[in-house]
């Protein structure tokens, strides 16, 4: 069972950095786009950036500038490298991928659990 594990969250002051990581649990046969995403409480789950297989980007517009999607295709792993964070980016950030995890299995999203991001001020 395919599973995306997330690391690198946690509290920071207001102007601080952080860089989150995704990686698969186990060998994928194919992983196309990734993402990441953020959910504040009481608020909408929202994308933060995303990131085709070729490396093709794209952000919010609100966080583009600050905010950089990356992935190392041979570890399976998107990075989500967040500079001058904000009160407001206070969240907790999924990573998602859109895997076929091997020949016999259809293309399908998958989720992370989730890390907490906490920006004081």
């Known amino acids: 069972q395919v599973q995306l594990v997330e690391s690198g969250g946690g509290l920071v002051q207001a102007g601080g950095s952080l860089r989150l990581s995704c990686a698969a649990s186990?060998?994928?046969?194919?992983?196309?786009?990734m993402g990441w995403y953020r959910q504040a409480p009481g608020n909408q789950r929202e994308l933060v950036a995303g990131?085709?297989?070729?490396?093709?980007?794209t952000y919010a517009a609100s966080l583009k500038g600050r905010f950089t999607i990356s992935r190392d295709n041979a570890k399976n792993t998107v990075y989500l490298q967040m500079n001058s964070l904000k009160p407001e980016d206070t969240a907790v950030y999924y990573c998602?991928?859109?895997?076929?995890?091997?020949?016999?299995?259809?293309?399908?999203?998958?989720w992370g659990q989730g890390t907490q991001v906490t920006v004081s001020s």
């Open positions: 998602n991928a859109d895997i076929r995890a091997s020949t016999y299995q259809p293309t399908r999203v998958y």
């Open positions: 186990e060998s994928i046969f194919i992983i196309n786009g």
């Open positions: 990131i085709t297989s070729g490396g093709s980007t």
